[in-house]
């Protein structure tokens, strides 16, 4: 039996791959989560092989080492994190805070013998990107936003816990996710929304910056792949799709699979963090996924088939 912490796993990517662990009978996994941005309502039933959720701030020593020191976890997943760019932008000490977690985590990890760590990282530390497609080992890291600058040092910490210490990871950069029970912070959901009530789509900017949208099967499976078969080890792996969609474009296409009345109205740009392009190199994805990425037309189609990006989802 191998005894995994997710944490976080009671936000959006992070339920999802709840899901998918509990899936294989040899895991029993524990859930932690403060709920500030996550919903316990995004966790998956208790039935086949339970879990264990656990009201928990990653970011309080005493509260995550009262679970470690308790459980001795073989694996941990590390998802905890505020997210959304808004909120992360208008608190950003509260985002500095998470650097906290990321240290809990891997001092803990280390004193009990934990096999190897997962981070979710993120596409934002790549900042506005001087090469295309944006590549793990050669592309510059140069944003200088909270957010990014906390997971660049979380990607720091491992890497000297591994030299020091010997405790093993793997670092998987997020690109833009979306599927359902994903909060209104994200772009996909948030256009959904407002498409479905005909209400005006804003967007910043001209819509000409482009995004890679990844469905939330695709990431999680790659990711769950990567454990299970133990791929990406002491490594780097961009995790998202590899097309890029025009945020303009994306909103029509979401006017037109909502049969919506919503007008497309323009907002001044933001003031940072609005990356004029993203682009993963996802070659290594790819290969271990070993099957096509969802498109992102079918993934919205499954979004709208499900109604589970309702306000009962929402965090």
Do not use: W
């Not at 000297?160 to 912070?185: A, C, H, L, M, W």
């Not at 303009?248 to 001044?268: E, G, H, M, Q, R």
């Amino acid at each position: 039996m191998r005894k995994i912490l997710v944490t976080g796993g009671a936000g959006f990517i992070g339920s999802a791959l709840v899901e998918k662990l509990i899936a294989d009978h040899e895991n029993m996994v524990i859930v932690i989560d403060d709920l500030t941005t996550g919903n316990i309502k995004k966790l998956p039933p208790q039935n086949g092989n339970p879990y264990q959720f656990i009201k928990c701030n990653v970011n309080e020593y005493r509260q995550i080492s009262e679970i470690m020191l308790s459980f001795k976890f073989d694996y941990v997943f590390h998802y905890a994190a505020l997210v959304g760019v808004q909120r992360t932008q208008e608190n950003p000490i509260k985002v500095l805070r998470d650097i906290e977690g990321i240290k809990n985590i891997l001092s803990l990890s280390k004193n009990t013998a934990v096999k190897r760590i997962f981070f979710s990282s993120s596409s934002e530390i790549y900042g506005e990107p001087v090469e295309f497609p944006q590549n793990v080992y050669t592309t510059p890291l140069n944003s200088r936003l909270p957010y990014a600058i906390v997971k660049n040092v979380g990607e720091a910490f491992l890497r000297s816990y591994k030299q020091e210490y010997g405790v093993n990871y793997t670092i998987f950069r997020f690109f833009n996710t979306f599927g359902p029970k994903q909060s209104r912070d994200f772009v996909i959901s948030r256009f959904l929304l407002r498409a479905l009530e005909n209400k005006d789509i804003p967007i910043y900017g001209d819509g000409k910056q482009t995004r890679t949208f990844c469905y939330i099967e695709d990431n999680v499976d790659a990711c769950v792949k990567c454990f299970a078969e133990n791929h990406i080890v002491n490594d780097v792996i961009n995790v998202g799709g590899n097309i890029e969609t025009p945020i303009l474009d994306l909103a029509n296409l979401i006017i037109k699979l909502t049969d919506s009345k919503s007008k497309i109205v323009f907002l001044p740009p933001l003031k940072d963090g609005d990356m004029s392009r993203r682009l993963p190199d996802n070659a290594r994805m790819q290969e271990i996924l070993g099957r096509p990425l969802l498109p992102l037309e079918q993934g919205i189609k499954k979004i709208i088939e499900t109604g589970l990006f309702e306000a009962n989802v929402e965090g």
